[in-house]
């Protein structure tokens, strides 16, 4: 089977949110703030998380402005032709294939079990990311931290589990968890994500990483892999969603997975809040799939978390994910990972008076889309027309579409340069604080000569 066709599907929370959306402020801090839990007993929550329970969890509490998803029955969900799933359902969801052992997607993709503010049994979903530490999960940050009831204290979650390859109709207990209970040892939000606020749950702060435990000296990735993070800030992609709805007609037993294109979703802005979501109306969205991984679907990369979305009242449902983003994805994983290189790009520019040349190298764990790169060059230069650049006179910005880990990508422009001995231009590669040598990132270089 194919990458593209065995990328897979968890379960989703659904957050219609219904009130009137917030104006954004103030730009965050030059380095967004995480927020990290107190040391919790890994052990601990795999006890307490047995078969039995884990088959009568249910889907996480939506906020109470939230409007619930009708069952399948009554509406039609995503419209016949918006379904992309290849034998789906009318909510855009197929079973994944078993084994879920068989294929990196599913294997990475899991059932996350807690306790929550109230001290309910509750699920999500979450995926692998791959890290230096190798123990982290993404989710949901509304799955790990919230408040009981209208007024109540924020706080964390409790005997979180995460369950890799989760199969709920399997025979045997060993096959229902073919690589165990991973308990969590810590998690880590966005301080943004204060869970009070309904509007959190479809902001750009919903997006958390739980580090589990060893099992007897073995990571988490390393026994079942782990998925390679995608900066972006959300756009336009074609990605396969993962996850374990519970809410009805879904009962969380099943991986399930959906076909999407995604478009720019602004949301319901927070203050403070930059960078924008990801889309879909070619999915449904149902508790219990919250925090599951949205996938590009040539690459398997992990593009963003599902996080909210809405029901059928107006004729169809929709999907939202969080994208990995500098202000979400960026915050929690300098904290949770700090000795883990990620957005560490570098450039080096070459050329002659007829055309320039960067070469753009990821040095660092995760992947980044929409990545600009900028020439300026020599006074009295003019740039010509090339694919995917933009500007006039002596300044020129490319976009890179994608470049991968321990990839280098090369973007040339024809330029028009006046005589000289040996003129100089200079090039630039757009990062982030996550890049841990950021000098690299520009490059003066001369031409070499006519």
Not at 117 to 138: E, I, M, W
Not at 215 to 224: K, P, S
Not at 266 to 292: F, I, K, P, W
């Amino acid at each position: 089977m194919s990458r593209r066709s065995t990328l897979v599907a968890l379960v989703t929370v659904s957050t219609a949110l219904v009130a009137p959306p917030v104006e954004a402020a103030a730009a965050p801090p030059p380095v967004p703030g995480a927020e990290v839990s107190p040391v919790m007993d890994p052990q601990r929550a795999i006890d307490y998380w047995t078969a039995r329970k884990q088959s009568r969890a249910d889907a996480v509490d939506l906020p109470e402005n939230v409007v619930i998803p009708r069952s399948a029955g009554s509406r039609v969900s995503v419209p016949r032709n918006e379904r992309l799933t290849p034998g789906s359902d009318a909510n855009g969801y197929a079973r994944v294939r078993k084994p879920y052992r068989r294929t990196l997607e599913s294997r990475a993709t899991g059932r996350l079990f807690f306790l929550d503010a109230a001290g309910h049994r509750r699920s999500c979903s979450g995926a692998v990311v791959r890290s230096a530490r190798r123990l982290l999960v993404a989710t949901a940050s509304h799955c790990v931290y919230g408040v009981a009831g209208r007024g109540g204290r924020a706080t964390w979650s409790e005997h979180i589990a995460f369950v890799p390859a989760y199969d709920g109709k399997a025979a045997s207990l060993r096959e229902r968890a073919p690589y165990g209970v991973w308990g969590a040892r810590r998690v880590y939000k966005p301080r943004s994500f204060t869970g009070v606020s309904p509007y959190d749950w479809d902001s750009i702060y919903d997006l958390a990483l739980v580090e589990v435990g060893r099992r007897g000296g073995a990571t988490l990735q390393g026994t079942v892999g782990g998925f390679t993070p995608l900066r972006n800030e959300g756009g336009r992609h074609t990605v396969a969603s993962l996850g374990y709805p519970s809410d009805a007609p879904y009962d969380g037993t099943r991986q399930l997975w959906c076909l999407a294109r995604t478009r720019p979703w602004a949301g319901h802005a927070v203050r403070g809040e930059t960078g924008g979501r990801l889309r879909t109306d070619n999915c449904h969205l149902y508790g219990g799939n919250s925090g599951g991984p949205w996938l590009t679907r040539d690459d398997g990369l992990l593009i963003g978390v599902l996080t909210s979305g809405a029901n059928d009242e107006a004729g169809h449902g929709y999907a939202v994910a969080n994208p990995l983003g500098r202000d979400s994805f960026g915050a929690v994983v300098r904290r949770a990972d700090p000795a883990g290189v990620y957005d560490a790009l570098s450039v080096e520019g070459s050329g002659t008076a007829r055309e320039v040349t960067a070469t753009v190298t990821m040095r660092g764990l995760m992947a980044a889309a929409q990545v600009p790169v900028t020439f300026t060059l020599p006074p009295g230069s003019r740039a010509g027309d090339a694919p995917g650049c933009e500007g006039e006179g002596r300044r020129v910005t490319c976009t890179l579409a994608l470049i991968r880990p321990g990839e280098s990508v090369r973007v040339s422009v024809p330029v028009r340069i006046p005589r000289d001995d040996r003129p100089s231009a200079t090039v630039t590669v757009g990062s982030t604080f996550l890049d841990p040598d950021p000098r690299d990132n520009r490059d003066t270089f001369r031409l070499a000569s006519r």
